[in-house]
Nanobody
Framework: QGQLVESGGGLVQPGGSLRLSCAASGGTLDYYAIGWFRQAPGKEREGVSCISSRGASTYYADSVKGRFTISRDNAENTVYLQMNSLKPEDTAVYYC?????????????????WGQGTQVTVSS
């Protein structure tokens, strides 16, 4: 059974950048749409960004448009989330998720698999 493993989180000052990675262990991401979700303390989980299995379609939440970029390298079996111009309100645990249905993932239904999460803290 494959699993998703996130990395790249950490502490960064406002205006800084981080790149999150989501890698598949024991399986392939080739046939899966991948999404990034986040959950801050006391708040509901929200969708941040999604990418279709071949990378042809992407989705961004309004709160991150123009600042975050999602990409994938199927040869490396990894999906990335480049986060620039970070704000304190971006502080959350970030999770990657996989689903064969891109539209369902964008809608927040499912998904088939979740990673364990990585903490992102934006603070001076």
């Amino acid at each position: 059974q494959g699993q998703l493993v996130e990395s790249g989180g950490g502490l960064v000052q406002p205006g800084g950048s981080l790149r999150l990675s989501c890698a598949a262990s024991g399986g392939t991401l080739d046939y899966y749409a991948i999404g990034w979700f986040r959950q801050a303390p006391g708040k509901e989980r929200e969708g941040v960004s999604c990418i279709s299995s071949r990378g042809a379609s992407t989705y961004y939440a309004d709160s991150v448009k123009g600042r975050f970029t999602i990409s994938r390298d199927n040869a490396e079996n990894t999906v990335y989330l480049q986060m620039n111009s970070l704000k304190p309100e971006d502080t959350a645990v970030y999770y990657c998720a996989a689903d064969r249905d891109y539209r369902a993932l964008v809608a927040g239904r499912g998904p088939d698999y979740w990673g364990q999460g990585t903490q992102v803290t934006v603070s001076s």
